[in-house]
């Protein structure tokens, strides 16, 4: 006889290696074919909610890591929470307007965009978005994500775009809007602001100088730690600005060195000394001994370099880069949009004392009168006289310039339009909504309190071409801005019907006629009035994804249970967002908020084209798979920023193999079952305790889904995976269930218990890797399966029937001793196969002693099946003691197993519990 066609080996079709570049793209197509998003949908109507709400990508570009990674946690919580029971619907969006667009669409034109009008620019714009918009829609569903993608929210659609222009009306309407100043590009020439998309970038010949600043109070000084008579250096390519100086920005984290040079001492950042001293042509050296983080510098005050009657302030701005210059940073928040953003932060005033011909002012002194140009000159000329010139020369660089007339261009002040966080207390209202929200990880909330409690008011109005237009008008006679409410919500209404382009296409006159009355300054009685064609900060549009989305029209409710996006969004979407939430007397937006880490490369830089250390989820998609990257994102703490390099994909290939090939053990040995019916209380020895682990494992993974803990599953699932399961369980039951009766109670619990925990485990793994756990679930038996065809349809378990009783836990507790055991022994005896005393556990016979009462059995199991050998021979003492030595007796030719009776029964070549099988066998079996 065969013997070998007696043994019951695994049947399975789900392949080992799974081939997920050509399997996942037609797990997509079945997907969209049985509309499985839909049915889901359907399915959980009426189900408690647990709505996560979609912070808007730009529409620029393909999807790259940090976006990947954003989309895939949010599918992780869709996915698993949908599984909870919950009714959870994933609406996407996009943020569509602005900058970024705007310069792609103008640089991307022959002539860079020259002689483009209003309208076309914005007609480009929009087909430019759109575009990107599909791009990144089928981009995103490769990654597996589900949701709407037919009917995702569009911040340029007109429906959006009409709540922009209401919500602002509202804002009106509650007086939160004021104008006030903000520097932006000035065309000296024409005498007019730009927005970014008239600006021209082309060579131009500036100074380039140096500047060291004298120390105010030197005693305050040294009570820092800095010698007195130090000199912070400066390095700028627009001495006309050093009038408006008010500051000097250090980086917080950055460290700052002394470099001695000619018997004076410069303050410079450590990473920039050497390239100074090369610079300025100085010879010197850094000091041993003193260095300096930036944020320990923080208030120092100094003298100002140009009128001695002043001072400037030392603060720390995260834009200060050690690119170029010193890594000091001459601030003059009148003259720099960087600049002004921290000067804001700082309360420092807007100075700009030049006009709108690029002529200086009565404010900068002895230089009133001269063109901001020519008094370059003449300022070098004056820091060289005191001392405060270290260095001059040229430098061609790449320079903004006036589209319409080439002229270059300089930063001034000029009034824009401001959301007051101080009006009706809205900034200690919006830090109460801070304090109801939970946030996750915890730290979140102190870095929220603290951005939000010196956030400066919202500058609302942008000199752009491409947004949504910012409906407010200004009197010719006065000059004081017209903000009416009414208007607002009229242009709205119109919006709605014909899109935010209808604003530059019509008269104040014809704007007004909207809401039934003529133009009138209510600040002087005018009727001159003129439209406004600035723009609404695209910031102003996501902030209010809360107010457009989440609502019925999208099959959604508010506040949404879930924000999360990267941790920079604390001052971005997430902040911006809790303000028009509370402005508008909406409440929260969220019950919590999840922040994400930022990808860098293998050395901690941000990741970007330039440097060559990009690294492309599609690329990883079409080599891999994307269950890879996706695997990838759980195993890691996706809450603080993390290294990507990718030698770590062949650990998540490493994990996927192992989980994978549990998967194909598990679906191959319960091949053929019609029966799966499991009897929890009639599981016996190990089977019990498998049982009761999975249970507990179950449960743990259900709540740390909850918890969004991703992480914490992977781990939980790759262990179990690979050691409860491979490594103890399914090892130890090879042999019953390749060589026992198939029809005997232990093969039929053993399969039984099996087949349960491989549902489970397909189920727990579905969030995770979608398209794998899709595969295996359509392996499944349909009797084990149900009437749910794809694994996202199914439910896990409730809650209470997970619960661990305390017997039950008892009962888990009870089995560590005899666990321990099994690992003394199994380590002896791959000491005896690394030494080739024996060959495999089958080879052996094991004697080992064991407490009292743990000799007759190993909780229920033979002892020689718990250690996967041939003989044990289990006697009571003090302690746990393993000798092995080889087996003896005869070679079963069916289990291999060594036994004394093989030879003296009949087959005479088989052991006992094998010749048992084989006469039990019917002759087709």
Request: hydrophobic letters at 40%; one cysteine or more.
């Amino acid at each position: 006889m065969n013997y070998k066609d007696t043994i019951k080996l695994p049947r399975t079709s789900f392949s080992m290696k799974g081939n997920l570049i050509a399997m996942e793209p037609e797990t997509l197509e079945r997907w969209k074919r049985d509309d499985i998003y839909g049915r889901i949908r359907k399915a959980r109507k009426g189900c408690p909610e647990f709505i996560l709400h979609d912070g808007p990508p730009y529409a620029n570009g393909h999807v790259h890591l940090g976006t990947a990674l954003n989309k895939i946690l949010k599918d992780f919580i869709v996915k698993s929470y949908t599984m909870m029971g919950y009714d959870s619907p994933y609406v996407p969006g996009w943020d569509c307007h602005g900058m970024p667009i705007e310069h792609r669409v103008m640089t991307d034109q022959p002539e860079k965009g020259s002689g483009l009008d209003l309208g076309e620019i914005r007609h480009r714009c929009r087909e430019y978005a759109a575009k990107y918009v599909d791009v990144q829609r089928e981009e995103f569903r490769r990654l597996g994500v589900f949701g709407t993608w037919e009917r995702p929210y569009l911040t340029m659609s007109r429906d959006y775009e009409a709540g922009i222009v209401r919500a602002f009306g509202s804002l009106v309407e509650k007086g939160y809007v004021y104008q006030g100043m903000r520097p932006i590009h000035w065309c000296m020439n024409c005498g007019t602001a730009l927005a970014e998309a008239e600006v021209e970038y082309g060579d131009h010949t500036s100074p380039s100088i140096y500047v060291a600043f004298l120390q105010e109070d030197e005693a305050e000084w040294e009570s820092r730690g800095v010698p007195a008579g130090t000199e912070t250096v400066i390095w700028t390519t627009t001495p006309w600005t050093l009038p408006a100086n008010l500051a000097v920005a250090l980086s917080p984290g950055e460290r700052y060195v002394l470099v001695g040079s000619g018997g004076r001492t410069f303050l410079v950042a450590e990473k920039r000394a050497s390239a100074f001293l090369r610079d300025t042509g100085m010879t010197g050296e850094v000091l041993p001994g003193t260095v300096f983080a930036g944020n320990e510098l923080e208030g120092l005050r100094m003298k100002h370099p140009v009128f001695g009657d002043r001072t400037s302030v030392m603060i720390v701005a995260e834009h200060v880069t050690m690119e170029d210059g010193t890594g000091c940073v001459h601030t003059a928040p009148g003259h720099g949009a960087e600049d002004f953003i921290v000067g804001q932060q700082y309360g420092l005033p807007v100075f700009s004392p030049v006009d709108e011909r690029g002529v200086f002012s009565g404010e900068a002194g002895k230089y009133s009168g001269m063109g901001v140009f020519d008094a370059n000159r003449v300022i070098i000329d004056d820091l060289a006289g005191s001392g405060r010139l270290l260095h001059a020369s040229s430098t061609a660089h790449s320079y903004p310039h006036c589209w319409r007339c080439r002229s270059p261009l300089i930063f001034r002040a000029t009034r824009q339009f401001f959301l007051d966080l101080s009006r009706s207390g809205l900034k200690d209202r919006v830090l109460e909504r801070v304090d109801e929200v939970q946030w996750h990880p915890g730290w979140g909330y102190e870095r929220m309190r603290n951005m939000m409690s010196v956030r400066p008011d919202w500058c609302l109005s942008r000199q752009r071409a491409w947004g949504v237009a910012l409906p407010v008008f200004t009197c010719g006679r006065c000059a004081e801005p017209v903000l009416d409410q009414g208007v607002i919500y009229a242009v709205a209404d119109l919006v709605a019907e014909k899109g935010s382009d209808v604003w530059f296409d019509m008269s104040p006159k014809e704007l007004f006629a909207l809401a039934g009355r003529e133009p009138l300054c209510p600040a002087c009685g005018s009727r001159e009035l003129e439209r406004v064609d600035d723009i609404l900060d695209v910031w102003f549009d996501s902030s209010l994804s809360h107010y457009n989305v989440l609502k019925e029209d999208y099959g959604l409710s508010r506040p949404a249970a879930v924000y999360l996006e990267a941790t920079d969004q604390h001052r971005g979407w997430f902040g911006v967002s809790m303000i028009t939430s509370e402005a508008l007397e909406m409440g929260r937006p969220a019950d919590h908020i999840i922040t994400h880490g930022l990808i860098q490369d293998r050395s901690g830089r941000k990741m970007s084209k330039s440097l060559g250390n990009v690294i492309s989820p599609l690329e990883i998609i079409d080599r891999q798979g994307a269950d890879i990257l996706r695997l990838w994102f759980a195993s890691v703490d996706y809450t603080a920023d993390f290294r990507a390099d990718l030698s770590q994909l062949d650990d998540a290939r490493e994990a996927y193999r192992k989980l994978r090939n549990t998967l194909r053990f598990m679906l191959g040995n319960i091949a053929g079952m019609e029966d799966f019916d499991l009897e929890p209380g009639k599981l016996a020895g190990f089977d019990r305790y498998i049982y009761l682990r999975f249970r507990k494992l179950m449960r743990f993974c259900i709540d740390e889904y909850g918890r969004f803990q991703f992480h914490r599953v992977y781990r939980e699932l790759r262990n179990f995976a690979v050691i409860s399961l491979s490594g103890q369980f399914l090892d130890m039951r090879k042999d019953r269930l390749y060589c026992g009766a198939t029809d005997s109670t232990e093969s039929v619990g053993t399969r039984k218990v099996m087949a349960w925990m491989l549902r489970g485990l397909v189920q727990l793994l579905a969030p995770l890797i979608p398209f794998t756990a899709e595969e295996a679930w359509t392996e499944l038996p349909e009797g084990l399966r149900g009437e749910d065809d794809s694994v996202h349809l199914s439910l896990y378990p409730e809650g209470g029937s997970l619960e661990e009783s305390p017997e039950e836990r008892e009962e888990l507790e009870a089995w560590t001793p005899y666990l321990e055991a099994r690992k003394v022994a199994l380590k002896v005896l791959e000491e005896k196969r690394a030494a080739g005393e024996i060959g495999g556990g089958l080879d052996a016979m094991v004697r080992l002693t064991v407490p009292e009462g743990m000799e007759g059995s190993a909780n229920g199991e033979d002892w020689a099946d718990f250690l996967i050998v041939s003989q044990a021979d289990v006697t009571a003492g003090e302690e746990v003691t393993v000798s092995v030595e080889n087996a003896a007796g005869g070679k079963c030719n069916r289990c291999w197993r060594i036994l004394p009776e093989v030879g003296e029964l009949e087959p005479g070549d088989v052991c006992a519990r094998c010749a048992a099988v084989l006469e039990g066998m019917e002759p087709d079996d």
